[in-house]
Structures are given as C-alpha cells and as structure tokens.
Nanobody
C-alpha cells in the first residue's frame, strides 16, 4: 500500500489550500482514512478522519469550521480542504490509512504517506 500526498505549499494567513492523498495497492474503500500534522518540535497530532463510506467524519477542535475531510472512492483519493488558514496551522501534513475505526489514534493507522509541507505566513 502506498500513499502519496500533494497540494501543500506556502499561503498567507486567511488563505486556502486543498491537500490530496492518493492510495494505491489495495482497495481504497476498505480503509478509514485520516490526516495528521506535525509542527517542528511538536508531536504528531490528529487533524481529521473519515469512515470507509465517507458517511461520518471527525475533525480536531482546532480545525473545526475551517478544515473539511472528504473522499472519492472512485478515484482512490482523500482530500483535506483547508480554509481560513492560520500561522499555527504550519506543519507537515500526513495522510494515513487503515485505522480500525473513526477516532483511532496515530499508532492505530497501518499506512502513512511521506507528508507535505504547509506553511502559513502572517
């Protein structure tokens, strides 16, 4: 199983970015998918997750109302739409797959991408 993130970059505060994560190697629709992020000197933290069908989603309190996770099983891709970005959103964003349920912690995910850098300038 391979995950490949894209869509990161440099954006001004208040701007938007959409991250994408394409998965290959197994049946995409069988996986709970998640996004995590890690800022320099900080632990990896949960951002959002979505169930296999896309019917249920979970977002961290710090991003609720600004970020939205979604998925397209036909394209084997999960997305993270990020609006109203803040400098504190600056981090490497990782896509993850294979958790047993929504709300799973990072160590419960089986597969990880290499990450994509998001930098928000003030």
């Amino acid at each position: 199983v391979q995950l490949a993130e894209s869509g990161g970059g440099l954006v001004q505060a208040g701007g938007s970015l959409r991250l994408s994560c394409a998965i290959s190697g197994r049946t995409f629709s069988s996986y709970v998918m998640g996004w995590f992020r890690q800022a320099p000197g900080k632990e990896r933290e949960f951002v959002a997750a979505i169930t296999r069908s896309g019917g249920r989603r979970d977002h961290a309190d710090s991003v609720k109302g600004r970020f939205t996770i979604s998925r397209d099983n036909a394209k084997n891709t999960v997305y993270l739409q990020m609006n109203s970005l803040k400098p504190e959103d600056t981090a490497v964003y990782y896509c993850a797959a294979g958790a047993p349920r929504l709300g799973a912690r990072a160590h419960e995910y089986d597969y990880w991408g290499q990450g994509t850098q998001v930098t928000v300038s003030s």
